[in-house]
């Protein structure tokens, strides 16, 4: 099956319903598109990006936002947690 993807002046795409229906995405998805070598011709590779499935991990946001991330913060702020409590 063969399916016609428009773009923009802006490099934007519109992708038809079918496809995006078959592919399991949805508006703000993110798509991940790999380039492949199939004997002497070069082909792209259309597939969505995982998702994280668990019904939870959104939950945690609300206390992450605002934090930095990176490793030494995170090993701070875990220090300072059990500094503050009588083990």
Same mark, same amino acid.
């Given at each position: 099956?063969?399916?016609?993807?428009?773009?923009?002046?802006?490099?934007?795409?519109?992708?038809?319903?079918?496809?995006? &229906?078959?592919?399991?995405?949805?508006?703000?998805? !993110?798509?991940?598109?790999? +380039?492949?070598? #199939? @004997?002497?011709?070069?082909?792209?590779?259309?597939?969505?990006?995982?998702?994280?499935?668990?019904?939870?991990?959104?939950?945690? &946001?609300?206390?992450?936002?605002?934090?930095?991330? !990176?490793?030494?913060?995170? +090993?701070?702020? #875990? @220090?300072?947690?059990?500094?503050?409590?009588?083990?």
């Amino acid at each position: 099956m063969k399916q016609t993807v428009k773009l923009t002046s802006k490099r934007q795409a519109t992708f038809p319903a079918q496809l995006c &229906r078959e592919l399991g995405v949805a508006a703000g998805d !993110d798509l991940i598109l790999e +380039r492949k070598k #199939i @004997g002497d011709e070069i082909s792209w590779l259309l597939r969505p990006e995982k998702k994280i499935e668990s019904k939870w991990f959104g939950g945690l &946001r609300k206390y992450a936002a605002g934090k930095t991330h !990176d490793m030494e913060s995170i +090993r701070r702020s #875990i @220090g300072k947690t059990v500094g503050d409590k009588d083990i």
